[in-house]
């Protein structure tokens, strides 16, 4: 455990373990913070974790961590570490299991009024249309050799099979897929476990959302990007199922069994990694990116779903039900980008692990529509809890590799949620505040109770006041599908 005398205050929200803290690390560790939530990081392993990544070799600056930290596989969720090209390393704990987990939201041009009489037929045909939980399978039967055009082609596979359009494409990050996949890279069980899941929701933390605009903080960003107060809108988060699950796992154990051909000395072998520039980081990178372009496929065939779901649900009854996208963004993944140290710019391999993207205004791999004033950043409540809609800024660039949170975070242990909450119970509070639930189990709904989790509104405080993202708007939830 690390205690508070064991690191100092570097500003208002910004804290730091010295590199002289241990004589392995190679670079400072740093997390955003305020005073409540550190009261919560001391109270599990995330912070000697946070530690632990600055030992990796090749890593740049420092290691970072948002307010959302909590403790992971090797790296702490929340994490973000950079390793210099071309023998810095990559990590599969530094990505996580759930490849490319990440949000996508969708808008509409409705606001609640319009739509309230129709929010309980809405939630059980969303439940009915987009399958949910433990290996459940999906609608969307896969030819023979198709997976691979999936993992190669990502989201851009899935629009060209009617599931969507170009627009939706230009306002996903990377435009729905990562050059450089390779499906051969990608084991045969890995793509067993993906083979029937192309367009399914999955379990846990994955949720999608019937939200409305509770509040606009920014009303030119706001305008600029499709959102007004009253606006129904709709949240998807999941990634890239079994098949990231088992493409980390393969890695992991392969990383492990040749760890020592590269004289690596790690304090915890969760952290196992490889050179970026060895054929094992080449094929896990690889591997990782079919995942990924996996999981984009997945959220867009999801979005479909939502449409056709609307489109039985509102039809006839409703003048526009038109959905739109405002954006999808990935929060584990680990990309090779260009960032500035000490006035140059270098190749960096940026992980993040619980983490989001949030590039700031005129980066060029943003679109079009949003480049001059900053990509949007899409972070999720805890069921029952506002989410918020933030962009990205200059200063994120600066100080955190573009980077912010990606959520509230956990404070409870799943195993200790389902001991402690009853799900029945969570439900009829959550629907006596007139929030309709659909779910496929009570103790997974007990897992994902908002009493699980840090308060997200003073994680998303703490990134905004300390300027690596900015407020846009506030969502509340009316109805949540849930495995």
Same mark, same amino acid.
């Given at each position: 455990?690390?205690?508070?005398?064991?690191?100092?205050?570097?500003?208002?929200?910004?804290?730091?373990?010295?590199?002289?803290?241990?004589?392995?690390?190679?670079?400072?560790?740093?997390?955003?913070?305020?005073?409540?939530?550190?009261?919560?990081?001391?109270?599990?392993?995330?912070?000697?974790?946070?530690?632990?990544?600055?030992?990796?070799?090749?890593?740049?600056?420092?290691?970072?961590?948002?307010?959302?930290?909590?403790?992971?596989?090797?790296?702490?969720?929340?994490?973000?570490?950079?390793?210099?090209?071309?023998?810095?390393?990559?990590?599969?704990?530094?990505?996580?299991?759930?490849?490319?987990?990440?949000?996508?939201?969708?808008?509409?041009?409705?606001?609640?009024?319009?739509?309230?009489?129709?929010?309980?037929?809405?939630?059980?045909?969303?439940?009915?249309?987009?399958?949910?939980?433990?290996?459940?399978?999906?609608?969307?039967?896969?030819?023979?050799?198709?997976?691979?055009?999936?993992?190669?082609?990502?989201?851009?596979?899935?629009?060209?099979?009617?599931?969507?359009?170009? &627009?939706? $494409?230009?306002?996903? #990050?990377?435009?729905?897929? /990562?050059?450089?996949?390779?499906? !051969?890279?990608?084991?045969?069980? *890995?793509?067993?476990?993906?083979?029937?899941?192309?367009?399914?929701?999955?379990?846990?933390?994955?949720?999608?959302?019937?939200?409305?605009?509770?509040?606009?903080?920014?009303?030119?960003?706001?305008?600029?990007?499709?959102?007004?107060?009253?606006?129904?809108?709709?949240?998807?988060?999941?990634?890239?199922?079994?098949?990231?699950?088992?493409?980390?796992?393969?890695?992991?154990?392969?990383?492990?069994?040749?760890?020592?051909?590269?004289?690596?000395?790690?304090?915890?072998?969760?952290?196992?990694? &490889?050179? $970026?520039?060895?054929? #094992?980081?080449?094929?896990? /990178?690889?591997?990782?990116?079919? !995942?990924?372009?996996?999981?984009? *496929?997945?959220?867009?065939?999801?979005?479909?779903?939502?449409?056709?779901?609307?489109?039985?649900?509102?039809?006839?009854?409703?003048?526009?039900?038109?959905?739109?996208?405002?954006?999808?963004?990935?929060?584990?993944?680990?990309?090779?980008?260009?960032?500035?140290?000490?006035?140059?710019?270098?190749?960096?391999?940026?992980?993040?692990?619980?983490?989001?993207?949030?590039?700031?205004?005129?980066?060029?791999?943003?679109?079009?529509?949003?480049?001059?004033?900053?990509?949007?950043?899409?972070?999720?409540?805890?069921?029952?809890?506002?989410?918020?809609?933030?962009?990205?800024?200059?200063?994120?660039? !600066?100080?955190?590799?573009?980077?912010?949170?990606?959520?509230?975070?956990?404070?409870?242990?799943?195993?200790?949620?389902?001991?402690?909450?009853?799900?029945?119970?969570?439900?009829?509070?959550?629907?006596?505040?007139?929030?309709?639930?659909?779910?496929?189990?009570?103790?997974?709904?007990?897992?994902?109770?908002?009493?699980?989790?840090?308060?997200?509104?003073?994680?998303?405080?703490?990134?905004?006041?300390?300027?690596?993202?900015?407020?846009?708007?506030?969502?509340?939830?009316?109805?949540?599908?849930?495995?």
């Amino acid at each position: 455990m690390v205690a508070i005398h064991d690191f100092k205050q570097l500003d208002e929200y910004l804290f730091e373990v010295p590199a002289a803290f241990r004589k392995d690390m190679r670079v400072p560790a740093r997390f955003y913070s305020d005073a409540e939530l550190l009261k919560g990081v001391i109270t599990d392993n995330s912070l000697l974790q946070l530690i632990n990544t600055a030992t990796l070799p090749g890593i740049v600056k420092y290691a970072l961590a948002m307010p959302d930290i909590h403790q992971g596989y090797g790296f702490p969720i929340g994490g973000v570490v950079a390793t210099e090209l071309p023998d810095g390393i990559i990590s599969p704990g530094g990505v996580g299991y759930d490849i490319n987990c990440g949000v996508r939201l969708l808008a509409t041009h409705l606001n609640h009024e319009e739509i309230g009489p129709f929010v309980d037929d809405l939630a059980t045909i969303l439940y009915t249309n987009c399958p949910s939980g433990v290996g459940k399978g999906g609608s969307i039967q896969l030819m023979a050799g198709e997976l691979d055009q999936v993992m190669s082609q990502g989201a851009r596979w899935a629009v060209k099979k009617g599931f969507g359009s170009e &627009a939706d $494409l230009e306002r996903t #990050e990377e435009s729905g897929c /990562l050059d450089g996949a390779n499906p !051969a890279k990608v084991s045969p069980r *890995a793509k067993d476990r993906g083979q029937k899941q192309v367009g399914t929701l999955g379990a846990g933390n994955h949720f999608i959302e019937l939200d409305s605009v509770e509040k606009v903080l920014d009303a030119d960003v706001a305008q600029r990007i499709g959102l007004f107060e009253g606006q129904i809108v709709v949240q998807i988060h999941c990634g890239s199922r079994g098949l990231g699950h088992q493409v980390c796992g393969d890695y992991v154990k392969r990383f492990q069994k040749m760890i020592a051909r590269y004289g690596l000395n790690l304090p915890d072998r969760e952290l196992v990694c &490889a050179p $970026l520039s060895s054929a #094992e980081g080449q094929d896990y /990178l690889a591997a990782m990116k079919a !995942a990924a372009n996996y999981a984009f *496929a997945n959220r867009q065939v999801l979005a479909y779903h939502i449409r056709r779901s609307f489109e039985q649900v509102l039809a006839g009854k409703v003048s526009n039900h038109h959905i739109f996208q405002i954006y999808d963004i990935a929060h584990n993944m680990a990309k090779v980008e260009t960032h500035r140290i000490a006035g140059k710019k270098v190749r960096l391999c940026v992980h993040r692990k619980g983490a989001t993207r949030a590039f700031g205004p005129g980066a060029p791999e943003l679109p079009p529509a949003y480049r001059d004033i900053g990509q949007p950043v899409l972070v999720p409540g805890s069921m029952g809890t506002a989410s918020w809609v933030l962009v990205g800024t200059r200063e994120s660039m !600066a100080r955190t590799f573009g980077s912010t949170c990606h959520g509230a975070g956990r404070t409870m242990s799943r195993k200790k949620a389902r001991k402690t909450i009853r799900g029945l119970t969570l439900r009829e509070e959550l629907e006596g505040r007139g929030i309709h639930i659909r779910a496929g189990s009570m103790s997974g709904l007990a897992e994902e109770a908002p009493a699980a989790y840090k308060d997200v509104d003073r994680v998303v405080k703490v990134v905004h006041e300390a300027g690596i993202a900015k407020k846009v708007a506030k969502l509340k939830p009316i109805a949540v599908i849930k495995g």
